[in-house]
């Protein structure tokens, strides 16, 4: 699993033009288009603590400021806080002995050993704790703004609705029709010609404006005279952690409220599918959606590269994986990068004219057929596109060829039990013994050969990139009354780090 | 009494610091009650007080001189306790200096700890490294992964943590290991060979 880890040594072209490895792709079935998290659209799923792993629905998370009411962080180090029962010897020493020593309850911190006796709360005799909030000092004023600028909103939102009656009922109006406005005639009628919207008249009432102050009260002489005690002064950290106490010393920490945490559905911006929905008990790591890549895309590795020398050939190694239940053949391309910008400037336009096409016309498109068109069209779903994402131009600075092979392989479907299977491979694959150099499963071990550019410095990274082009077997049916499997070409530009450019021997 | 256990293990078994340490000989003395494991590793002139625990597998190095280990210490394994001057402090010569470990200290899995004086109640917690220009005083805690180098010495109820080694002042000294010290009493002779105890009290 080390590829999630390391630096992104292989790394594919998603469709919007990013580079990421494949761990970070999705892969839009619908589209038959890879996504990455710059374009799908993300939309909050559920809120949840991370710590009592309990959904909070939106709306009370929003009431509580995003944070569990049950669970606090440490506001020493930010890590969570867990209750610990306080020992009871301190009870058994007061003289009513006959009263069962009663259980009593205090947080600590398991990392920096910061407890909530540290700054004096007292111990408290239920688990969940009813621990003392503290009060914002500026709560009232900050109410009052939050009602002065609620009530703004509200009166824009009346006046806005106000508007769009007026334009309704523009050329029904009797006085646009005569050319005399609203205004002239109350003009005329010796009435104020402005009208202000009632509401915005009864402006709500403005808090308090803030005054400055020309005397400032002096610093205190012992800033000056006494040294500082680090122990006893809170870090920046710690200041921004609670931001409307700010407390500068430690003895005024207190416990954080722990902030949610939530899940995420990711959805294509093309056809608004979701390409990623989590489960939704929070204890669950599982999703119910799941299109990542890498469940459909072959998986490229470096197994083993020459020293790379400007100018000369040198062998590369590279593992092909095939994660899908459908057998698949690869072919590989050469990367054309200025060609396949004027491709998608061509498809781009099309695609915005799904909506005009006619009914035919798209069932001719969607014929089940290996035709040059885009497979983009071919697989387009009956909803229309909602955010066209204008794909970038792909940014990496390819200094190395790759002799594109002239032939093709293939690569079986995934086996799950293949790993257990010591009868060897039953698949009686022909291969171009020049391409594939060994093959196991759903795997296959396949010879390049790359130049690197001659002009290039010493220790300089080399990087190659080539076209992957696979059939992709999509599996959704019921969609256009396709029954069968569909079949797609896809293609996919595969970009290699194959490491720093040696010397000549 | 008196009876000085000599280490019959191979020489090619100590550990090679890159240091020319007079090693020859080995001076372990195991007060009753203390419960050293066989497969800990222990080198040069080292006195185990009683109720200390040694896992297998720690090490305790005294190469500079003498190593005191007071009661009730727990030492887990993987832990490297290593008396070892810094280089401008070597070759003076005058005495041995000793390195004093006082009682109720815990070091835990894989520390590595060369300071060159540990007060009591400190508990140093898993992979962390405390260099041997650092002083330690007591009720000190210095956290998973903390790594102190520079020379200090470290007051009463410090307590180092994170990765950027944050100090706080703790309010009570961390609480001595007693269950755990009992417990591991019972069960560790189950398992594992067991150094005799070679000092009467
Ligand atoms: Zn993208
Ligand atoms: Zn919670
Ligand atoms: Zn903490
Ligand atoms: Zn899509």
């Not at chain 1, 374009?39 to 949840?48: G, L």
């Not at chain 1, 910061?114 to 004096?120: A, E, K, N």
Request: glycine letters at 4%; hydrophobic letters at 30%.
């Amino acid at each position: 699993m080390s590829y999630i880890i390391t630096p992104d040594i292989v790394r594919y072209a998603c469709t919007c033009g990013l580079l990421k490895p494949i761990s970070n792709l999705y892969f839009c079935r619908y589209c038959t288009q890879l996504r990455c998290s710059f374009c799908v659209c993300h939309e909050v799923d559920t809120n949840f603590c991370g710590k009592c792993s309990e959904n909070i629905p939106s709306s009370e998370a929003r009431v509580k400021k995003n944070r569990c009411g049950n669970c606090y962080i440490c506001p020493c180090c930010e890590q969570e806080l867990s209750t610990r029962i306080a020992s009871t010897k301190t009870l058994s020493d007061t003289e009513d002995t006959k009263t069962t020593p009663k259980k009593m309850y205090y947080l600590s911190c398991q990392f920096c050993r910061w407890s909530s006796r540290d700054v004096g709360i007292p111990d408290q005799s239920t688990v969940t704790g009813g621990w003392p909030e503290r009060e914002n000092v500026h709560a009232n004023q900050l109410q009052e703004l939050v009602d002065m600028y609620k009530a703004i909103v509200l009166a824009q939102k009346q006046q806005q609705e106000k508007d769009k009656k007026k334009q309704r009922g523009k050329y029904l109006s009797y006085t646009d029709r005569t050319g005399v406005t609203a205004a002239a005639l109350r003009k005329r009628i010796g009435l104020p010609a402005e009208l202000t919207h009632p509401l915005l008249r009864s402006k709500p009432k403005e808090p308090e404006p803030a005054v400055a102050k020309t005397e400032v009260e002096k610093l205190p002489i012992e800033l000056f005279t006494e040294p500082i005690n680090l122990m006893d002064i809170t870090t920046v950290d710690q200041r921004l952690l609670q931001p409307e106490a700010q407390p500068t010393t430690v003895d005024k920490l207190f416990p954080v409220h722990k902030q949610l945490s939530i899940k995420r559905t990711l959805r294509c911006k093309s056809c608004e599918h979701n390409v990623s929905k989590p489960e939704y008990n929070p204890s669950s790591v599982k999703f119910k959606i799941q299109l990542f890549a890498y469940y459909h895309i072959p998986e490229v590795r470096i197994v083993t590269v020459e020293p790379l020398r400007a100018g000369q050939s040198c062998e590369l190694i590279l593992k092909f994986t095939n994660p899908s239940q459908h057998q698949t053949t690869i072919t590989i391309l050469e990367l054309n990068l200025e060609q396949q910008e004027v491709e998608e400037a061509e498809v781009a336009p099309s695609f915005d004219n799904m909506e005009n096409l006619s009914l035919q016309e798209k069932q001719q498109m969607s014929l089940p057929s290996m035709l040059s068109q885009p497979s983009s069209l071919m697989s387009m779903s009956t909803r229309s596109p909602t955010i066209t994402v204008k794909p970038r131009k792909i940014s990496e600075n390819v200094n190395c060829d790759v002799d594109v092979p002239s032939s093709t392989f293939i690569l079986p479907p995934r086996d799950d039990a293949a790993e257990y299977d010591d009868s060897g491979d039953t698949h009686n694959i022909q291969d171009d013994t020049k391409l594939v150099k060994w093959r196991k499963s759903n795997k296959a071990y396949v010879k390049l050969n790359v130049t690197p550019k001659e002009d290039l410095g010493l220790n300089s990274d080399v990087v190659c990139g080539f076209t992957m082009q696979h059939v992709y077997t999509n599996t959704i049916t019921g969609q256009m009354d396709k029954k069968e499997p569909q079949k797609y070409d896809h293609k996919v530009k595969v970009f290699l780090h194959l490491g720093k450019l040696v010397g000549s021997e | 009494m008196g009876l000085i256990l000599l280490d019959s293990l191979p020489l090619h078994r100590i550990p090679c610091y890159g240091l020319k340490i007079n090693m020859s000989r080995n001076s372990i003395k195991i007060l009753p009650g203390a419960l050293v494991c066989e497969e800990s590793k222990l080198r040069g002139d080292i006195t185990i007080g009683s109720g200390t625990i040694v896992h297998p597998r720690a090490s305790i190095i005294a190469e500079a001189g003498p190593i005191i280990i007071g009661e009730y210490c727990l030492i887990e394994e993987q832990v490297r306790i290593v008396h070892r001057l810094p280089f401008d402090q070597r070759n003076k010569e005058n005495s041995t200096p000793v390195l004093l470990i006082g009682s109720h200290n815990v070091f835990e899995v894989d520390c590595n700890v060369e300071s060159p004086k540990i007060g009591s109640n400190n508990v140093f917690e898993a992979k962390c490294f405390v260099g041997n220009r650092v002083t330690v005083s007591d009720g000190c805690i210095i956290g998973a992964g903390c790594r102190l180098t520079e020379e200090q010495t470290l007051k009463d109820k410090m307590i180092i943590y994170g990765s950027r080694c944050q100090m706080r002042e703790g309010l009570d000294k961390p609480q001595p290991q007693t269950l755990q010290i009992e417990t591991l009493t019972k069960m560790l002779p189950n398992y594992h060979h067991i150094k005799k105890s070679n000092k009467k009290n």
